[in-house]
């Protein structure tokens, strides 16, 4: 019923609610919705017990695939890195995941796959994310590895595509 709605400007309060919402038994004036706006959301008494906002963990989110015409050239066994770098900073990757190389392929990366403590990336990070095929497994760059670079912006990128589509020289 139309009397049973309110368009208020939600800018200022913004609440989860877990209890269905009950009906105005009476239409709502301007007087009334400027009162309810800026009154307290939760008095000490019934404050919620759980918080209103969860916070993420910064992640990287790719979607890995191949070329075709060098699908054919993964040898069965090998294995897919996917690392994050900052774009010319030399050293260790901010995070690895080293996988089976069975492509397409969904890979999150977050503070937890970081091979140094301390060393991750945060929110607004804009950083080059790697994805590798190693026939004899190890992380280590050789000539004529398969790879596939993508940047991303941490926070603002949600899942982007990295394929598999050059070598290493």
């Keep these: 019923q139309p009397q049973n709605l309110v368009h208020v400007h939600f800018a200022r ?40 906002v969860k916070f993420q963990t910064p992640h990287v989110l790719v979607a890995v695939s191949i070329k075709p015409a060098l699908a054919r050239e993964v040898a069965p066994g090998s294995t897919l890195f996917v690392f994050v770098r900052a774009p010319g900073r030399p050293g260790p990757p901010l995070a ?19 091979m140094v403590p301390g060393l991750s990336f945060a929110p607004n990070d804009t950083v080059e994310v790697s994805a590798k095929i190693s026939a ?34």
């Design 13 to 52: 309060y913004v609440v989860i609610l877990r209890q269905p919402l009950v009906p105005l038994r009476a239409p709502l004036s301007s007087k009334n919705a400027v009162q309810l706006l800026t009154q307290p959301l939760f008095n000490r008494r019934d404050r919620p017990r759980y918080p209103l």
């Design 96 to 114: 690895v995941k080293r996988l089976p190389a069975t492509l397409p392929v969904s890979v999150e990366l977050t503070s937890a796959d970081s």
């Design 136 to 169: 004899d497994g190890s992380a280590t760059p050789k000539s004529g590895d398969l790879v596939g670079r993508v940047r991303y912006i941490v926070g603002r990128d949600y899942k982007k595509s990295i394929v598999i589509d050059g070598r290493t020289p």
